[in-house]
Structure formats: C-alpha cells, structure tokens
C-alpha cells in the first residue's frame, strides 16, 4: 500500500503534489518523493520519513515545472529502511521516464531473469517499481515509430506491460517532453481516480491520484475511476487521451481499503468508504448480538480512528452507550504500516492512551477495524483491563486474517497472523480477551457491495485465501515468507 499522485497543470505543481502528499500520509510513512518537469528536465526531490519532514523550503524551490508526480511510500518489497529505493524510480531512455506505483507485483522472479537475460536491463535494487519502470520502457523502445511518440505507441505499450506483469498495481508516469501516463492493472485491485479542473491557458488541469479526497480538496471535480487495464495520457498541454489496454478487464478491487487503508472521506469505483464502515458496522452488530451473552455488555468503544463508524452503529443496533474511552496520539504514525514487530508493539502504548473513569467496572466491547497479527490487540486489551475494566470483549470489523496479502500490504507470512490456523476461540485466548467476534466473510462482502451494481466481486484473498492475479500457490507463498524471513 502506497499513495501516489500526477498532474498536469497550467501553473507550477509543487505546493499541489506536496498538499496531496499530506493528504495521502495514511497510505505510507516510510518515505516520500516528489518529481517534476520543466519542459523535457526533471527534477526530484526524495527522503525517508513523513511529507512534513521531508522536504525543506530550498527542496521546494528546486521543483520547477507544471507537470509532476509524487509518492508516500509503504514498504512491501524491497526494505523500508533502504533510501534508494524510495519513489520515484527513473530511466533515461527512451526520452526519460519517471514512475510511482502502488500495489506489489507477483511474478518478480520471472521479470528480474528476463529483465537481466533478455532486455539486457540493470537493476539497481530489490523494489518491483524498479521492475515495472524498466518493463514499461522496455516496451515503450519496442513500439516507438518515427521521431514523435503519440498516445496510440504510448498504448501499445501499455498493453505489452499488461502481458508481462502479474499482480496489482495502479502507475503513474511522466514521459519527458511529452506527458503524463496512467494506468490501472486489469483486475483493479489497487485504486485511481481522474479529476480535472478548468484552466484559463490550457482548458483544462488534470490530476489522478490513489484517493478522491485528494482532487476534491484541491478544487478539482472528480472525473472517474481509471478503468481496470485501461491507460491514461495527458500532453503536457493538457489534451486527454484514454484506451481501454486489456482484452478481458475486471473490477476486483480490495476489500481491504474499505477496512481499513482508505480514508473514510473517500470514494472507491464508486463506494464511498464511510458508507461502507457503517454498514460493516450494522453487520457486526448481529454478529455480535449472537456470541455474546446478554448483560455482558455496558459500552462500546471504537479504536481510533478507522473503527469509529463500525463501533457507532454496533453501539445504536444494540442499544449500547457509545463512549469514547481511548484517546490518540495523532504524531504517530499508523501502527499496521510500521516496518516491524518491535516498532509495532512499542508504539502502540505511545498511540494510545485509555482513560480510566470510561473503564472502571464496566464491560467494554471495544470494536477495532480488523485483527491482523494481534500485536495491537493484545496491547489493547491489557491496557483495557489495567484501567479498570471489569470485561473485555473485542470485535472485529473484518473476518479472520488467516492468508498472505500479497497485492500490496504487509501481510507476507503466515506465521505472523493470529488468526491462521487458530479457531477464534485458540485466538482470543492469544488475544487476552473474555469474548472475540469476528465479521464473517459474507457479510463484509454484502456490506461493501450493497446500494450499488458497478463492483460486483472484492479481492478478499487475505480472508478466503482465493487469488485474483497471478499464480498466486503454496510455492510462490513459501518463496515469499523465505524471503521476508531472511
């Protein structure tokens, strides 16, 4: 999971592409990247940390130009300490291209020995964006035609790539002198939305971006959702092109987003994210309701901030006072998104503080987004029963993580999840808590998916373990735990 941003503009980009950032910080903390161009010359600023610390007024200052793109990095390949290979990721030929991407690519073994013995192309580090610029220009030499590249060769291109990588990924690129490309993978697992706004010199200033809330902050009105498989490009004048770049597309985004990732002031291939909370949240109720014994609730808390929605409506299908019992340090960053299990487990005590007079005596259901690898729950609800609680019953927005995530969020080994191969009760009793209830799968599903036709079907790999992309079996799962163990 990352953020990424584009945009082509009448007027300088910088202070759009950094305010974007910002607004993006939830999708990754590790580091961060801003890319501009000024005519056929780029410039680039790059730094580990936050959008807030990285970049110095002097930075700003060198970022000329009114076309750009930027990156909030969240490592799932590669390291996250690694400050090569933070976005953007640039080749110099042809013509020169910078590139951001979010998403994670499956197939990396078989790209890096083709990249190596058939396109003769170095790579410089372990990240699957380096993989995925340097297929895209590979293709991008074998199309060009004459001295002028057009949006139709810049296509064709785009539908080489499709053929060669497998996995999720929604890119944005700036082709040097000639414009912004973007584009989404065929099952659209990972978000990208279209916006524009009217411009006095060029008609119109275009922006795409991994959540709508960025465009409409700015002033922009959202245009779409980039289709699965399909391409966009804009001139570095502004005109708009757009070609559907796969033969059989599907839209299969990430169940997760809704859960968790995405800020709940977001709209998804037309769901908006809030919405979707609260309707997880009346599901759970029912959930709830059922396998819990009745009296052994007198509160509901939510887990700031994702979980709110899901906890208010828990609260008012129940019956229940909603109280608001733990307080958050918003200076630290998300702890799921934290590069490590030690980073993890200290920072959560430094994210959270409960307050005692909303514990003392009372049966506390607290309602978290999701249940990963238990590390923050397992603070949680000693800190719930330190403060004084006399119960402690812990639900879960989301089913059971019992699966790799492999489409872009860490999620990598088995190992780590408490939920696999554990019943719900062997959980809860790693988990610590008097009661556990989970969200069934179903349920989600029909909760993210209700009041609208254009999504039919979710990626929800890391809970039912069925693959949408790429050949996704226990060998490549064993590759990829050897990998991150090592």
């Known amino acids: 999971m990352c953020g990424i941003v584009g945009t082509v503009s009448a007027e300088p980009v910088a202070q759009l592409i950094y305010d974007s950032l910002g607004l993006l910080q939830h999708r990754g903390q590790d580091s961060t990247g801003i890319a ?9 600023v790059k730094s580990k940390g936050q959008v807030r610390e990285a970049y110095r007024t002097r930075d700003m200052r060198r970022l000329l130009g009114t076309m750009g793109l930027g990156h909030v990095r969240y490592a799932t390949q590669g390291k996250a300490s690694a400050e090569e290979e933070s976005q953007p990721f640039y080749v110099n030929a042809p013509y020169g291209i910078m590139l951001v991407h979010n998403g994670n690519l499956t197939n990396v073994r078989e790209l890096r020995e083709d990249l190596f013995g058939v396109d003769r192309r170095h790579m410089n580090t372990h990240s699957d964006t380096e993989l995925l610029l340097n297929v895209l220009a590979t293709e991008l030499q074998q199309v060009i035609r004459g001295n002028q590249l057009d949006p139709d060769q810049v296509f064709d291109a785009v539908e080489r790539v499709h053929e060669r990588i497998e996995g999720s990924y929604a890119v944005i ?61 804009i001139t570095m004048g502004g005109e708009m092109t757009t070609r559907q770049c796969h033969p059989a597309p599907r839209l299969i985004p990430c169940s997760f987003e809704y859960v968790y990732l995405a800020r709940p002031d977001s709209t998804m291939n037309g769901i908006s994210v809030y919405e979707a909370r609260l309707r997880l949240g009346d599901a759970l109720a029912k959930t709830v309701a059922q396998y819990t014994p009745s009296g052994a609730i007198d509160v509901v808390m939510p887990i700031p901030d994702s979980a709110r929605p899901a906890a208010m409506q828990v609260a008012q299908r129940l019956g ?87 489409y872009g969020i860490n999620m990598p080994t088995r190992s780590e999840l408490i939920a696999h191969g554990r019943t719900i009760p062997e959980a809860n009793e790693a988990l610590g808590a008097d009661y556990l209830v989970y969200q069934e799968v179903e349920d989600m599903k029909s909760a993210i998916l209700a009041g609208q036709s254009t999504v039919t079907d979710l990626d929800m790999s890391c809970f039912d373990g069925r693959y949408v992309s790429g050949r996704v079996d226990e060998e490549y799962l064993r590759w990829v735990e050897e990998t991150m163990s090592s």
């Open 320 to 406: 229940l006072e909603y109280r608001e019992g733990f307080y958050k340090n918003r200076y630290v960053g998300r702890t799921f998104i934290m590069p490590g299990q030690k980073e993890r487990t200290k920072s959560v005590r430094q994210k959270l503080n409960a307050m005692p007079s909303e514990f003392a005596g009372k049966s506390i259901l607290i309602v978290d987004d999701s249940i990963v690898r238990g590390t923050t729950s397992r603070e949680i609800v000693e800190m719930a029963r330190q403060t004084g609680a006399a119960r402690v019953t812990f639900a879960s927005a989301a089913p059971p993580v019992r699966y790799p995530h492999v």
């Open 173 to 233: 690129a700036m082709i040097a002198g000639y414009g912004l490309l973007a584009f989404r993978d065929p099952n659209g697992i990972r978000p990208l939305v279209l916006a524009s706004r009217e411009s006095t010199l060029t008609g119109e200033d275009w922006i795409v971006a991994s959540e709508s809330l960025v465009p409409e902050a700015s002033g922009y009105r959202k245009v779409r959702d980039v289709a699965p498989g399909e391409a966009v490009f």
């Open 36 to 44: 501009t161009a000024e005519g056929s010359v780029f410039h680039q």
